[in-house]
């Protein structure tokens, strides 16, 4: 699986839209990105996947580039409460193949 | 989405002895996984529980001290044989894709279990 380059940590207003961005420069094409965040002593949730397009859902927006390189993690409106470590994953396929492997992630920080 | 439990959700134990996790998932599921977060750190995967054959170890992990049972889609343990100290960490349990519906491409994880060797 292709390795991810994230920065170590990042501020954010509150009420502010939070870009996370990621590096993964040696993806390959069956490569999904996937976003993860960990609150404090809580186990991994997941946010959003992609392949090639942006996606949205109700947590997030993924904007992938047509490269496909890279992508950002988009939290429109961050509140104090999505103050966590947030992990950029890129993984093998779909289905019943592909491990999610971690790296250190960002540790987003929201401020008042 | 699953809903993943653990059991227990944290321990204290004597070093020497053992500990079982358990990992009960409400929908049968393809794979599942250990994960170890020692303190401070990220993630690191421990193995694949494979139902109805061994689990699939990764680099420095080996079953004589994590062994791993799945005897159905829904269930799997992991056994922290052993314990010294330095095995303080949380384990958690993840699984996925689920066998049916939207979110088949999507891997869950369960709220981990706080282990204390002393």
């Known amino acids: 699986d292709a390795k991810t380059t994230q920065p170590t940590s990042m501020d954010c207003a509150e009420g502010r839209a939070a870009n996370l961005p990621c590096n993964h420069s040696?993806?390959?094409?069956?490569?999904?990105v996937y976003w993860y965040r960990q609150i404090h002593s809580q186990g991994p949730q997941y946010i959003i996947h992609?392949?090639?397009n942006n996606e949205t859902n109700e947590m997030a927006s993924l904007i992938i580039t047509e490269d496909r390189k890279s992508s950002t993690l988009i939290l429109p409106h961050a509140t104090l409460r999505d103050t966590a470590v947030y992990y950029c994953?890129?993984?093998?396929?779909?289905?019943?193949?592909?491990?999610?492997?971690f790296g250190q992630g960002t540790t987003l920080q929201v401020k008042p | 989405s699953a809903v993943i439990s653990q059991k227990p959700s944290r321990d204290i134990c004597q070093r020497g002895t053992s500990l079982t996790i358990q990992c009960q998932v409400d929908?049968?599921?393809?794979?599942m996984f250990w994960y170890r977060q020692q303190p401070g750190q990220s993630l690191t995967l421990i193995a694949t529980?494979?139902?109805?054959?061994?689990?699939?170890?990764e680099s420095g992990f080996v079953i004589d001290k994590f062994p791993i049972s799945r005897p159905n889609l829904t269930f799997s343990t992991l056994t922290v044989s052993n314990m010294s100290p330095e095995d303080s960490s949380i384990y958690l349990c993840?699984?996925?894709?689920?066998?049916?519906?939207?979110?088949?491409?999507?891997?869950?994880f369960g709220p981990g279990t706080r282990l204390t060797v002393l």
């Open positions: 993840s699984v996925g894709p689920i066998t049916s519906g939207r979110a088949r491409d999507t891997q869950y």
């Open positions: 040696t993806i390959s094409g069956n490569e999904y």
């Open positions: 992609g392949l090639k």
């Open positions: 994953i890129v993984r093998a396929s779909r289905g019943n193949t592909g491990k999610l492997i």
């Open positions: 929908s049968q599921v393809t794979m």
């Open positions: 529980a494979n139902q109805g054959s061994e689990a699939t170890y």
